[in-house]
């Protein structure tokens, strides 16, 4: 016997007095059914039967996966396509009346939210008493991405909104040189619809779009 056979006798000696010392072990390791190859089934019939069951179960977990991956991408496709059209309507419009007007409308029936609305730093600037809400906004938004939450505060609400919301996303409304020149507001009566941990690289986006919107729109000081 040359030194290679009678290392892998010892080793094979050593595995199974491991598997006689711990008879449970491929149920509390069920991942090391994979490993094994069973040439016939000399008393082996229910250790062939839980690896295929074992392998029959990770195919059915690999496909459930594959399921929620196609899902994800048939929401995100249709995210884009629908931030295609308003970066095409954003393009259309002429003024600041337009852009005032049709542009909230569009997002509440695009994304099917109850209340939108947008403030601006020129407007709030006319306006004294909205002043103290909008700067808490904006130090909520500091760093120049949207923030989802369900726990707004009343003042912050009450300066977006008219009606009781349960959930909202404020999001800054960025210059292509990333100054913030306003806040857009979308507001949901469903306080589940835009919780705090909530994903904003879609909302980032559409506050680019607007604010790059509104900064051509606004007259020149």
């Known amino acids: 016997m040359t030194q290679t056979e009678t290392d892998l006798y010892h080793k094979d000696d050593e595995l199974l007095a491991l598997l006689k010392a711990n008879p449970d072990i491929f149920q509390r390791h069920p991942e090391l059914l994979e490993l094994i190859s069973l040439n016939d089934n000399r008393g082996t019939a229910s250790l062939l039967e839980r690896q295929i069951d074992t392998l029959k179960s990770r195919l059915a977990q690999f496909r459930s996966q594959h ?60 306006r004294p008493d909205e002043k103290p809400a909008y700067e808490d906004a904006l130090r909520r938004l500091s760093h120049q991405h949207a923030v989802c939450d369900e726990r707004w505060p009343s003042g912050i609400l009450k300066l977006f909104f ?8 404020l999001i800054p409304m960025l210059t292509s040189d990333r100054q913030t020149i306003g806040i857009l507001a979308l507001g949901s009566n469903d306080a589940s619809r ?28």
């Open 67 to 126: 399921s929620e991956l196609i899902e994800v991408a048939r929401e995100n496709e249709q995210i884009s396509d629908s931030f295609s059209r308003i970066l095409c309507q954003l393009i259309g419009f002429e003024n600041l009346s337009e852009f005032a007007g049709e542009f909230p409308q569009a997002l509440r029936k695009t994304f099917g939210v109850n209340e939108v609305a947008f403030k601006t730093a020129r407007g709030v600037a006319q």
């Open 194 to 221: 835009y919780t705090h941990d909530l994903g904003t690289a879609h909302l980032d986006r559409l506050g680019q779009m607007a604010g790059i919107c509104l900064a051509r729109l606004q007259p020149t000081e």
């Open 162 to 169: 008219s009606e009781a919301i349960g959930s909202a996303a």
